[in-house]
């Protein structure tokens, strides 16, 4: 069955410090998204991307964070300037269509510790 | 935006018996009601959904029910096996992109 995946699975890093979260979506779904989790809190939305834009942003989503689909395989998250309120689990997941249609397939997460 | 609340945090059932989680949502809009499992080390699963013109939903083991009129479904686990132990997610959206999330629930089967 096909997968998403998501790399690194656990990210150690100094506040301050850029980092990138990598995911390769289903190779024929359409739409991207990042989610994240905050220990014993629920499921964020992040950030949806379709046709190589952003299509919706949360609040959480601000300046310091991107996405960018650089290639036609790797979808990515980057935090510029990390905090310690940036731990939590992140989740990449997409559709194949939209996702009225259809659920989203989720990666298993990259655990980030901000230090 | 849509709030999604799910009770209970945490339940424990006999192997063989059933399983009832409840969720809420607060948006009338929202038209598109998925459920997920997360086992340890992966990431959410989509095991079933509905849509807001059905009131219930068969898989197997696996059912959803909807009421539009009081804004809340709820998964029901029949005959529960230990495989079933995970934690199960609940989710609210309408014709924009996004979902929201229930806080998760804790599904222990106990053998």
């Known amino acids: 069955e096909p997968e998403v995946t998501q790399t690194p699975s656990h990210q150690v890093t100094q506040m301050g410090q850029e980092v990138i979260l990598r995911c390769v979506p289903i190779?024929?779904?359409?739409?991207f998204y990042w989610y994240r989790q905050i220990l014993g809190q629920k499921v964020e939305f992040l950030v949806s991307?379709?046709?190589?834009?952003?299509?919706?942003k949360s609040e959480i989503f601000d300046d310091q964070f991107s996405v960018e689909r650089p290639d036609g395989s790797n979808f990515t998250l980057k935090i510029r300037s990390t905090k310690l309120e940036d731990s939590a689990m992140y989740f990449c997941?997409?559709?194949?269509?939209?996702?009225?249609?259809?659920?989203?397939?989720f990666g298993s997460g990259t655990r980030l510790t901000v230090v | 935006g849509e709030n999604v609340e799910q009770h209970p945090s945490t339940l424990s059932v006999q192997e063989g018996d059933s399983a009832v989680i409840k969720c809420t949502y607060s948006?009338?809009?929202?038209?598109?009601f998925p459920w997920y499992k997360q086992e340890l080390g992966k990431g959410p699963q989509l095991i079933i959904d509905i849509r807001s013109n059905v009131g219930e939903k068969k898989d197997q083991r696996i059912a959803v029910t909807l009421n539009k009129t009081a804004k809340h479904f709820s998964l029901h686990i029949t005959e529960t096996q230990p495989e079933d132990s995970a934690v199960y997610f609940c989710?609210?959206?309408?014709?924009?992109?996004?979902?929201?999330f229930g806080k998760g629930n804790q599904v222990v089967v106990i053998p």
């Open positions: 997941a997409s559709s194949e269509v939209d996702r009225g249609n259809y659920g989203y397939t």
């Open positions: 190779s024929n779904h359409l739409y």
């Open positions: 948006d009338s809009a929202s038209n598109y």
């Open positions: 991307f379709y046709n190589n834009e952003i299509s919706e």
């Open positions: 989710a609210a959206g309408h014709g924009n992109n996004r979902l929201a």
